[in-house]
């Protein structure tokens, strides 16, 4: 069943999924395209409040032409949308309200409105206004030949314009006040940019819906950001990941008839996102995988040390053995933890069995040796630069002989003055 | 480099936020070939008055020139170094790319970036010695360095005229000395910069002239002649208390800082 449907979408045999995904590529990469500057330029509450203050451009746009006339709803949609951000800024500038405070008032007055006038359209509607409700959360089936054609209209606006105001906009978001001083039209261009985004906000309503645009401008720009430090390849990435939940949602909305499509292009956006926040360059699955790898590491030092510490540094010729136990007794190991670390050491051919008992290599001595060495010149260095009690510099030394590079070492050498493994132990 | 014409030309400027004046009837004429420092205290105007000359604020009265002309005839003589904290470093740029948007003119909006460009820029930047960060992500950068960044994007504009919001500000000793150096040999080539600094102790060491600001113009000149102690007294020990009263009290009352028809 769902298969079949997968086919049907995806050969294109039904012309109006050609449209779909065609209108859904336009409108997500448009909405990618001037989201990356809004997130840049921490606009992004305020694509929200656009969104909103849309539906009753819509209506009123709907109410003048007496149809679900494209062109007419989108620049109903427009002029709404512009008077929503001409509002917060007036309120900010001439009233004690703050920005978040204007916007959320904003919001919540536009989308009042907008269902009133909805809800009035259709109880005296004609028969015409079937699929109006699709703009609240959006129906990308109803995208039709012509809105197609409308939408690359924009798209390709809007391309042009951020190719030709790349540099300009880059300018402008990062540091608006030396754009200005450098001479770049602020004013304009802010205000050109605006007009951009309500542009995009404002064809995306049909497919996505009202409540649910604004994560399109927003999502796949801060979820790029992850991925990338170059704005370039991130403006690419938000296209990608925007085109790549538009189309899974629609599918989706298409498979299941009446199923909306916003929020299932939102949610497959979402989880890109989560995917993004665990498995991004920084992301939370690294910083596991980095502590995991310290842990082990300090563990599996701090055992080679131990053996040291048991054993000292007199039995030069005879191989080194001993025992858990005798471990355990010297330092207050987990079990767990230190059966791993022995099993990793061995591995590392730094310790190999002997009977019941371990015993450590030429190699494995050599490394617990340096350990030790690091922890020693640590703690001298710590005595010389700082004022600290003797009775302290152990402990200091205890985290940082794990981190010490060779480099160090050789400074550290060098500032103190000693040559090999320092006599004194705190 | 002619003498008579002043670098920058402040006449009577009075800026105000809000209805409270944060500049008040200013006056100062700027040669250049030096390097000028603006002091005072906290809240004293000195970011106000390079924001105002480099016409990013509207004043409320009185004018700026700049070379004996206006801002826009000579925008491209001018550079502008903002606060480092005024930017979200966070921003996804490298080095280069900051640096390159000094290479950004009026004229240029449209063109990309060229070789000259580049090359411009790298040279700024191996002047402030971050050659080797220069594709380094900004964010990635101390704050020492992310200073240096913004002072190479003024130099890659060629300017005559530098203004610097507190370019010392969380900057190690090292760097600081070697931004004074590089200030310097501007100063040798016939540049002016002009600096808001906050650090008393290193002004007559730094300043071939001083302006001292507190709202009001409390003193200019060479540093022996701003730094005696009847200035430092008014403008940092709170002797002016009275002017903050009136100050105060223009805001409540929302009255205008100065009578219609007497502007100049």
């Known amino acids: 069943m769902i298969w079949q449907s997968a086919i049907d979408f995806f050969s294109f045999k039904d012309p109006n999924v050609v449209y779909v995904l065609a209108g859904i590529i336009f409108i997500n990469s448009s909405s990618a395209l001037v989201g990356t500057f809004a997130y840049l330029r921490k606009r992004s509450l305020l694509a929200d409040a656009v969104s909103h203050a849309l539906l009753p451009g819509i209506c009123l746009g709907f109410l003048f032409a007496g149809e679900k006339n494209m062109p007419a709803l989108i620049t109903g949609a427009f002029i709404t949308g512009w008077i929503s951000i001409y509002l917060i800024d007036l309120i900010v500038r001439k009233s004690r309200i703050k920005q978040d405070a204007a916007i959320a008032m904003v919001i919540a007055f536009f989308f009042a409105i907008g269902i009133v006038l909805l809800t009035y359209i259709q109880k005296h509607g004609n028969g015409n206004q079937a699929g109006l409700d699709h703009f609240l959360f959006g129906q990308a089936a109803a995208i039709s030949k012509n809105d197609v054609w409308l939408f690359a209209v924009v798209f390709v606006v809007i391309l042009l314009a951020v190719l030709l105001l790349y540099k300009n906009l880059v300018i402008l978001s990062f540091n608006p006040d030396f754009a200005q001083s450098v001479g770049i039209p602020v004013r304009f261009i802010e205000f050109f940019l605006t007009s951009l985004t309500v542009l995009a906000i404002a064809i995306g309503i049909q497919a996505l819906g009202v409540i649910l645009i604004s994560a399109l401008i927003i999502t796949p720009t801060a979820t790029a950001r992850m991925w990338t430090h170059h704005l370039k390849k991130m403006i690419v990435i938000a296209i990608l990941i925007s085109v790549f939940s538009g189309i899974a949602g629609a599918f989706v909305s298409y498979t299941r008839a009446q199923m909306p499509t916003g929020p299932w292009v939102v949610v497959i956006l979402s989880f890109i996102t989560f995917v993004s926040v665990v498995m991004a360059p920084k992301g939370l699955l690294r910083k596991f995988i980095v502590r995991r790898k310290n842990e082990n590491k300090i563990n599996d030092e701090n055992i080679l040390k131990t053996i040291f510490e048991l054993k000292g540094f007199s039995e030069k010729e005879k191989m080194l053995v001993f025992s858990t136990v005798e471990l355990t007794e010297k330092r207050l190991f987990d079990t767990k933890k230190l059966d791993a670390g022995l099993r990793r050491l061995i591995r590392r051919n730094l310790i190999q069995h002997k009977g019941n008992e371990f015993e450590l290599t030429t190699t494995g001595k050599k490394e617990a040796a340096r350990i030790i060495k690091l922890h020693r010149l640590w703690e001298q260095y710590l005595l010389k630069r700082t004022s600290i009690d003797t009775d302290h510099v152990h402990s200091g030394a205890e985290a940082i002989e794990h981190i010490i590079t060779p480099e160090i070492e050789k400074e550290l050498e060098k500032e103190l003055g000693i040559e090999g493994i320092p006599e004194d132990d705190y | ?264």
Do not use: C
């Open chain 2, 1 to 264: 480099m002619k003498q008579d014409i002043h670098a920058i030309e402040v006449h009577n400027l009075t800026v105000s936020y809000d209805g409270k004046p944060v500049l008040w009837d200013i006056d100062f004429n700027l040669d250049s070939g030096q390097i000028i420092g603006i002091i005072g205290p906290n809240g004293s105007g000195k970011t106000t008055s390079l924001k105002a000359i480099m016409g990013l604020l509207k004043p409320a009265s009185g004018f700026v020139k700049i070379f004996g002309k206006s801002l826009d005839e000579v925008r491209d003589r001018v550079a502008y170094v903002p606060q480092r904290e005024s930017v979200d470093w966070d921003f996804p740029a490298s080095v280069l790319d900051v640096v390159l948007m000094g290479r950004s003119k009026s004229q240029n909006l449209f063109r990309r970036a060229n070789k000259t460009d580049i090359g411009i820029a790298l040279q700024s930047i191996e002047k402030v010695g971050l050659t080797e960060f220069k594709n380094r992500q900004i964010s990635q950068l101390s704050g020492g360095q992310q200073q240096r960044v913004f002072i190479a994007r003024a130099l890659a504009q060629q300017a005559d005229l530098y203004l610097m919001d507190e370019p010392f500000v969380g900057v190690d000793a090292a760097t600081e000395s070697a931004i004074l150096e590089l200030l310097r040999e501007m100063k040798s080539n016939g540049k002016t910069v002009l600096i808001i600094h906050h650090d008393l102790q290193t002004v007559s060491d730094y300043f071939d002239y001083l302006v001292l600001l507190n709202t009001r113009l409390i003193a200019k000149g060479t540093p022996p002649e701003v730094l005696t102690r009847e200035n430092l007294s008014n403008a940092y020990g709170g002797q002016l208390t009275l002017l903050s009263k009136i100050v105060d009290l223009i805001r409540q009352n929302e009255f205008p800082v100065r009578e219609k028809g007497f502007d100049l």
